[in-house]
């Protein structure tokens, strides 16, 4: 019996480490999903409605169609739209739109996509309000038209992912206001036609903001204000914004060599690394982007072509789908465009086209464009999925992520993958799986694990599909992987003498990646060396430690202790010396001869 319970003790606390360890808004498996159709036909017509009657961490899904409402959310909620383009929450310029917030002593955590977002009213008011958020994740909707404000308020949160949206003409307001906001990360959004595209306030502060568009806003593309410090910028698009960006705080323009896209940048690059030959100069203060990209005049620049919309990704056979991206380039103009697909080949040469023509099967969509010189971009790439038509009256299944743990993740650290699949047709159940990274599939099972994920940001997604061949929605998630801390090995214990030099060595020392910069060696009796080596002598005998700290290219340490003992040089001349050992043996030896010879 006594076995019995221990062994039930270990499996809680297992249960517990492990379920712990998940984003706030990630769903266990008891997690409940109710559906919201303005037509009628599910759980509740309003989603105002089926919030106040969700429990913390449910799983809302919102049906196509126009939603007039003013929506509040006070709990932990997943909130998720069919299609953005086609799920509409419109705010009727009355209100904020969506106002999500919890309270000092308990912030809550929110997940919104799949949403168009528009028309709020009235200064103040915001298509989507946060305040005193944790865990936050704002993904793949369309926001737009609020009338006095911004698109976006963030007020006092932290932990935010806000990624793939499209925050435009809130001409009057900011595309994204982050106020006392930390610890967060924006990043292949578009940010258009705003009064301002950014703005930090109020100690917003460790933000890292990074790849999106930011374009044709008429103050500034970008502004910090009022103590928004040790925030990062680096790979954003500035084109033909009232002033890209101002700046006269503490703030990093670049990263790992990489700066950003400036239109008004007035040097060159003579070398022809992409990079400019100069430092770009950010309005306010002293600040640098020391590595600026692209947009130089003196030799033609590759043109980018973007993805804009690809609607729906996932579709039954003979079902329209329509495809739409732009190109730039920064020393002429585009010329031509080309969409193929992995099955089909040659889809289109037209910017944007419909089709409803796609074969069975999964599709790796290539788009790139060709600028006035003849040269064409990189191509980019998404997935589109066409199921069999003949089980037109089946229902897809939906796909929930459980968990992506750890996230984030350490560079060479497992991540485990978990996922399941909900099938609502009578009869009907999960029989395949498919987790992937853009157009790269990374299992065919509901859950594993993976170790060899790359430095920074990953988009994983994951579907389901039910025994009528019919696949699920993408459901998608950002697991970031950081740089490892370097592991410093100090050597020792160490011994020795008073006023003799001991040699501490730290060469055993390695970091995952890069490289070690810096050794430093802190002694206990106040002096610091630095090297990789040191030697260092102690004056009086004693008990001594010794830290090391080790530094990496990125700036992130590890330390090792150890400790030191000193002895004192008489303590060492009273210890006997060989002669007199040499004496010892040799008297035993006849002492021993002589007893033998009684």
Sequence with gaps: MHQKKTILVIILLFAFAFFSQMQLFEIAKGSKITYVNVNGGSNYTTIQEAIDNAESGDTIYVYSGT??????????????????????????????????????????????SGFTVKNAGGEGNDCIALSNINECEISNNIITNSDESDGIQIHQCTGLQMYNNQITNNDKGLGILMINSQDSVIYQNTIQNNQKGIELQLNSNNNKIYENIIAQNSLYGIHLRTNSNTNIFYLNDFTENGENAYDSLTNTWSLNTQGNYWDDYAGSDSNSDGIGDTPYSIPGGDNLDEYPLGYFPTSNQKPIATIISVNPTNIIQGEPIHFYGIGEDSDGNIQGYNWRSSRDDHLSSEKGFSTNSLSIGTHTIYFKVRDDKGEWSTEKTI???????????????????????????????????????????????????????????????????????????HIISFMVKDNNEAWSEEANYTLTIIHGPPTAISGGPYNGTEQTSILFNGTQSYVSSGKIESYQWNFSDGTILYGESVEHTFDLAGNYTVTLIVTDNLGTSGSDATDITISSKDQQQDTPGFELIIIICALGIIMLWIKRKR
Excluded: C
Excluded at 88 to 111: E, W
Excluded at 398 to 403: R, S
Excluded at 428 to 451: M, N
């Design 67 to 112: 939603y007039n409402e003013n929506i509040i959310i006070t709990k932990n909620i997943i909130l998720t739209g069919e299609n953005r383009e086609t799920t509409i929450i419109d705010g009727q310029k009355n209100d904020h739109v969506i106002y999500a917030n919890g309270t000092d002593l308990n912030p809550i955590g929110f997940f919104i």
């Design 383 to 457: 997935q589109v999925i066409v199921s069999s038509s003949q089980y037109g009256s089946n229902q897809r299944p939906i796909a929930l992520i459980l968990a992506i743990v750890p996230n984030p993740a350490q560079i060479g650290q497992a991540v485990s993958f978990n996922g399941m699949g909900v099938d609502n047709d009578e009869g009907g159940y999960i029989t395949g799986f498919q987790w992937r990274e853009e157009a790269t599939i990374l299992s065919t099972a509901p859950s594993f694990s993976k170790s060899n994920f790359t430095l920074g940001s």
